[in-house]
Antibody, heavy 118, light 110 residues
Framework: QVQLQESGPGLVKPSETLSLTCTVS????????WNWIRQPAGKGLEWIGR???????DYNPSLKSRVTMSLDTSKNQFSLKLSSVTAADTAVYYC????????????WGQGTTVTVSS | QSVLTQPPSVSAAPGQKVTISCSGS????????VSWYQQLPGTAPKLLNH???NRPSGIPHRFSGSKSGTSATLGITGLQTGDEADYYC???????????FGGGTKLTVL
């Protein structure tokens, strides 16, 4: 059974770069789309972007200038970097899997809370 | 402002049926399959329904999905207090090259 686990600093200073990693267990990171989604407290879900096994990425147009995603197949992990953060980036960050050819996010991590504050 | 439009809240009594709508456009719902997610308080979203009307293993038949044109609907029958949660629709938007979610609907079982 595949499981996803987010990890990274829970506190990031304004203007710095938020860095998170999602570790995949129970399956290979190949042949799927790997996504990041975030949710500010009390608000809805916002898709950040995705990366495919080939390294191809798609990002939310509203965040595109600040987002970088990467894969580390040797560690079965994928990562998110969000630069120049502000308080508006404070949220629970989730990683999730999408199977190629399907239109859903079938497996989610438990989420990690990131607070942007000095 | 979300690309997909959902009602902020719905409510019904235990045992009753409720529907949650999700309205989009020709570039998202009109073109691609819709999926639905249940988010219980304090937990991660869980896939409830995919490809318009398919349930993952373990999801009760009480949950059903449908799609017509640029709108989709989630139906829940035999409501239970444990169904109280936030529900989100989602799909790929081919014009934005971006995954889009609805704003979420809070279900209250009175």
């Amino acid at each position: 059974q595949v499981q996803l686990q987010e990890s990274g600093p829970g506190l990031v200073k304004p203007s710095e770069t938020l860095s998170l990693t999602c570790t995949v267990s129970g399956d290979s990171i190949s042949s799927y789309y790997w996504n990041w989604i975030r949710q500010p407290a009390g608000k809805g879900l916002e898709w950040i972007g995705r990366i495919y096994m080939s390294g191809i990425t798609d990002y939310n147009p509203s965040l595109k200038s600040r987002v970088t995603m990467s894969l580390d197949t040797s560690k079965n992990q994928f990562s998110l970097k969000l630069s120049s953060v502000t308080a508006a980036d404070t949220a629970v960050y989730y990683c999730a899997r999408r199977i190629s050819g399907r239109y859903d996010l079938d497996v989610w991590g438990q989420g990690t809370t990131v607070t942007v504050s000095s | 402002q979300s690309v997909l439009t959902q009602p902020p809240s719905v409510s019904a009594a235990p045992g009753q049926k409720v529907t949650i709508s999700c309205s989009g456009s020709s570039s998202n719902i009109g073109k691609n399959y819709v999926s639905w997610y249940q988010q219980l308080p304090g937990t991660a979203p869980k896939l409830l329904n995919h490809d318009n009307d398919n349930r993952p293993s373990g999801i009760p038949h009480r949950f059903s999905g449908s799609k017509s044109g640029t709108s989709a609907t989630l139906g829940i029958t035999g409501l239970q207090t444990g169904d109280e949660a936030d529900y989100y629709c989602g799909t790929w938007d081919s014009s934005l090259s971006s995954w889009v979610f609805g704003g979420g609907t809070k279900l209250t079982v009175l």
